[in-house]
């Protein structure tokens, strides 16, 4: 069972379609995360929302858009995105601090 | 910013045989080094962690070691099996975000 539910699991976009990448938990955790990661890379940190608060943007571009409605909830918005952004989109979820991130199972991303 | 090294990137063993990935940390501040397990196609998955105020865990086949000091900490797996195959990283906590070191794709060779 995964703890951190994403939708959709596979996603096919043309580059000027709108879309939106879902993601919920329901474990009590204040801090969420979107992450991207190509084949046998490391997850790269994008957005790091703490009690519902954008807390980090790692400078990503502006066709990506967060948002976090509650506590329970985080989406991603997809606007003009590239081909290069294909790739597989992790969320995460943690108790604020030194504790360890829960990932969900990815939305696996194609932009053609 | 903090920059986490990991080692080797890929690692090829015998099964029943031991397993060791290292990583090495820059940030003196960071104080929670977890480990993750991500096999192909799934999502990372947390298999031991260890906090700065500990040297060394164990849960089962599965061993970290942190030295402060050197700011270098380490996993370990006895007795490897063909299910342990899969891309192992580890990160480090430091301010409000993890850094993952590159992984380490780990074949178990029956």
């Known amino acids: 069972d995964t703890e951190v539910t994403q939708t959709p699991k596979h996603l096919v976009m043309g580059m000027t379609n709108k879309k939106s990448l879902k993601c919920e938990q329901h474990m009590g955790h204040r801090a969420m995360y979107w992450y991207k990661q190509k084949a046998k890379k490391p997850p790269e940190l994008m957005f790091v929302?703490?009690?519902?608060?954008?807390?980090i943007n790692e400078s990503v571009p502006s066709r990506f858009s967060p948002e976090c409605p509650n506590s329970s909830l985080l989406n991603l918005h997809l606007h003009a995105l590239q081909p290069e952004d294909s790739a597989l989109y992790l969320c995460a979820s943690s108790h604020p601090g030194t504790n360890p991130l829960h990932f969900g199972n990815g939305t696996r991303l194609t932009v053609t | 910013g903090e920059n986490v090294e990991q080692h080797p990137s890929t690692l090829s063993v015998q099964e029943g045989d031991s397993a060791v990935i290292k990583c090495t940390y820059s940030d003196s501040a960071s104080n929670y080094f977890p480990w993750y397990k991500q096999e192909l196609g799934k999502r990372p998955q947390l298999i031991i962690d260890?906090?700065?105020?500990?040297g060394e865990k164990k849960d089962q086949r599965i061993a970290v070691t942190l030295n402060k000091t050197a700011k270098h900490f380490s996993l370990h797996i006895t007795e490897t099996q063909p299910e342990d195959s899969a891309v192992y990283f580890c990160a480090a906590h430091t301010g409000n975000q993890f850094y993952f070191g590159t992984g380490t794709s780990l074949t178990v060779i029956p």
């Open positions: 260890i906090r700065s105020n500990v």
């Open positions: 929302y703490s009690y519902e608060k954008l807390s």
